[in-house]
């Protein structure tokens, strides 16, 4: 039987020259020249990603003294880092208010390092003048620079009304505020239910991360809280939220609350196009899933996806410079994971646990640690 490519061999002046050519290469010893890579599909090393502009855009400045801030930026210059400081939890409202003192005065220093997402009081919920208070703080915000509105958690797990029952986030008292930050042209931080696994025992999670949150914080495991309403309760108000308000732009925080299926994800990708979900506090979960089907669902939605950590720093536990070693820590094994196809060790699924990088390609690189960021949030 010819072999397909036999007719290329005899007889053409074209197939003789490449004939040749490959004669010549193997005699002298010179590589034959290569394709160049296909538009797009170039790779990064780990300093190409370290060096490029970046932007975490999910992460919290909490409680920060008098000390360390130089420390702090020189972190975020050497990674080439820019953060989105989320201000959050409404049902803490001083606490709050102090968070968006703080994000004012490190943006107003240093705008080329940090951007900010304002909140609004949910200890008034259920006062005749909350709908009015809300909308005028979160109006304040955006005067005074805040790209974004984060909701919590608290919306769904802790909020009720004076009946007890639990406030969700697809409550039509939130319809004003939805629609005055669309009117505004600004995102929806949207931290919505938590992680399947808290749903379930310590001893069933599928990352020691989760694992050791929820024993940190029983307040927020679902598995020991039956009257809160369960995982898919608080997955389906948030998406009856986006149902509801199609033209509002929504960020779902690590990874929408469904970090444990790509595929699921997906669906809520596609079936709600003004939606996109950050990464934050949930690469492990990428990690515990095929490889080969992660890479092809990031690669698939890559205008879809931001980069964040849900790093902390300032808070009054552990020092200061310890935190910054576990940034570091962070950043660069997420460099390494996202731009090599290395074995790394992850032990935030569990001790010597392994993974291979995805090895994503230059342009989708781009686009989730800077991008896609900038235009989710306009004006970052």
């Not at 370290?50 to 930026?73: L, R, T």
């Not at 399947?196 to 989760?210: A, F, Q």
Request: proline share 5%.
């Amino acid at each position: 039987m010819r072999s397909k490519h036999s007719a290329l061999l005899p007889g053409t002046g074209i197939s003789s020259l490449i004939v040749l050519a490959a004669m010549f290469s193997v005699i002298t010893g010179c590589a034959s020249p290569q394709a160049p890579p296909q538009k797009g599909l170039e790779s990064m090393t780990v300093e190409e990603l370290a060096g490029m502009p970046k932007i975490d855009a999910h992460a919290h400045i909490m409680e920060f003294g008098d000390s360390g801030e130089a420390d702090f930026i020189a972190l975020l210059k050497k990674h080439n880092m820019k953060w989105l400081d989320i201000c959050t939890i409404g049902t803490e409202w001083q606490k709050l208010r102090d968070q968006v003192s703080l994000a004012l005065r490190f943006h107003g220093r240093y705008p080329d390092r940090l951007a900010w997402a304002t909140s609004f009081n949910l200890e008034n919920w259920g006062d005749p003048e909350w709908e009015s208070s809300a909308l005028r703080e979160i109006g304040d915000g955006f005067d005074r620079g805040a790209v974004a509105v984060k909701v919590w958690k608290e919306i769904g797990m802790v909020l009720r009304d004076p009946d007890s029952g639990f406030v969700m986030i697809d409550d039509p008292r939130f319809g004003p505020v939805l629609d005055f930050i669309e009117s505004r042209g600004k995102t929806l931080v949207a931290h919505i239910g938590e992680p399947r696994n808290c749903w379930l025992p310590l001893d069933s999670m599928t990352t020691e991360g989760d694992r050791s949150y929820y024993r940190d914080f029983p307040q927020y495991h679902g598995y020991l809280l039956p009257e809160i309403p369960g995982y898919w309760e608080q997955v389906d108000s948030r998406d009856r939220m986006l149902a509801g308000h199609p033209g509002l732009r929504v960020v779902g925080c690590h990874l929408g609350s469904l970090e444990f299926d790509v595929d699921l994800l997906a669906g809520r990708l596609d079936k709600y196009p003004n939606f996109a979900v950050d990464l934050a506090g949930r690469v492990c979960h990428f990690q515990v899933q095929d490889r080969e089907k992660v890479r092809s669902f990031i690669i698939g939605y890559q205008d879809r996806l931001l980069y964040g950590t849900d790093n902390l720093i300032g808070e009054t536990t552990g020092s200061l410079q310890g935190q910054l070693d576990r940034m570091d820590r962070v950043y660069r094994l997420d460099y390494s994971y996202f731009a090599t196809d290395d074995e790394l060790e992850v032990p935030e699924v569990r001790e010597g646990f392994q993974v291979r990088g995805l090895a994503l390609p230059a342009a989708v690189l781009r686009k989730i640690y800077y991008e896609n960021a900038l235009r989710w949030y306009p004006g970052i």
